[in-house]
T-cell receptor, first 110, second 111 residues
C-alpha cells in the first residue's frame, strides 16, 4: 500500500464550482498533515496545514479523520488561478521527512 | 518574507561528471531536506539533515550522493558520477519543526 494515496484526476471544473480532493495515508502514527500546491515545473508551496478539528483559510477547508486515516481539501468558488496540482503531504514525526502523495490535478476553466 | 534559495536554477552536465547543488535555507530553521522530482512523477525524499548530520535517508540516497553544511548557512547536495536517470528537479527545503518550505529548485539535466 502506498504511504500517501491521492486520486490523480484531472478534475476539470468551471469557474465558481466547489471541488473536493481526498487523500489516504497508511501510517497510523502520522503526526502532521499538509496540503501543498504545485504549479507546473515549480516548487511545492504550502497551502495549509491540516488540524484534527478541521480548519479553514478563505475558500479552502481542510479536514482530517484520524480513525479513517483520511484527509480532505475543499475549494469553494474556484478561480482560474486555482489550476495546479494539489499535493497531500504527511509527516510521521516532527522534523522527520515529509511524504508526498502523487498529487491531484485541478483545471479550472472559464 | 524569508525564503529558501537554490543555485543554480538549471545545470547541464555530462554523464559521469560530479555536480554540486547549493541551497541557503531559512535562517533559524533546524531541519533541512533534499527532495527530487523526475518529470511527470511525484516528489521523492532523498535525505534529511539535523544538528549537522544526516537524520534520515531514502534508498535513492546511495553512495553516489552526499550532503554537507560547510559554513553554517549553505546546504549542499553533491552527486558524484552522474547518470542519465539523475536528470530531475532537485528541491531543497527547510523546516522550523512542522511545515517545510521549499526552494525554487535546480533542474539537473544529464546528457
Amino acid at each position: 500500500r502506498k504511504e500517501v494515496e491521492q486520486d490523480p484526476g484531472p478534475f476539470n471544473v468551471p469557474e465558481g464550482a466547489t471541488v473536493a480532493f481526498n487523500c489516504t495515508y497508511s501510517n497510523s502514527a502520522s503526526q502532521s498533515f499538509f496540503w501543498y500546491r504545485q504549479d507546473c515545473r515549480k516548487e511545492p508551496k504550502l497551502l495549509m496545514s491540516v488540524y484534527s478539528s478541521g480548519n479553514e483559510d478563505g475558500r479552502f477547508t481542510a479536514q482530517l479523520n484520524r480513525a479513517s486515516q483520511y484527509i480532505s481539501l475543499l475549494i469553494r468558488d474556484s478561480k482560474l488561478s486555482d489550476s495546479a496540482t494539489y499535493l497531500c503531504v504527511v509527516r510521521v514525526e516532527y522534523g522527520n521527512k515529509l511524504v508526498f502523495g502523487a498529487g491531484t490535478i485541478l483545471r479550472v476553466k472559464s | 518574507e524569508p525564503e529558501v534559495t537554490q543555485t543554480p536554477s538549471h545545470q547541464v552536465t555530462q554523464m559521469g561528471q560530479e555536480v554540486i547543488l547549493r541551497c541557503v535555507p531559512i535562517s533559524n530553521h533546524l531541519y533541512f531536506y533534499w527532495y527530487r522530482q523526475i518529470l511527470g512523477q511525484k516528489v521523492e525524499f532523498l535525505v534529511s539533515f539535523y544538528n549537522n548530520e544526516i537524520s534520515e535517508k531514502s534508498e535513492i540516497f546511495d553512495d553516489q550522493f552526499s550532503v554537507e553544511r560547510p559554513d553554517g548557512s549553505n546546504f549542499t547536495l553533491k552527486i558524484r558520477s552522474t547518470k542519465l536517470e539523475d536528470s530531475a528537479m532537485y528541491f531543497c527545503a527547510s523546516s522550523p519543526l512542522t511545515e517545510a518550505f521549499f526552494g525554487q529548485g535546480t533542474r539537473l539535466t544529464v546528457v
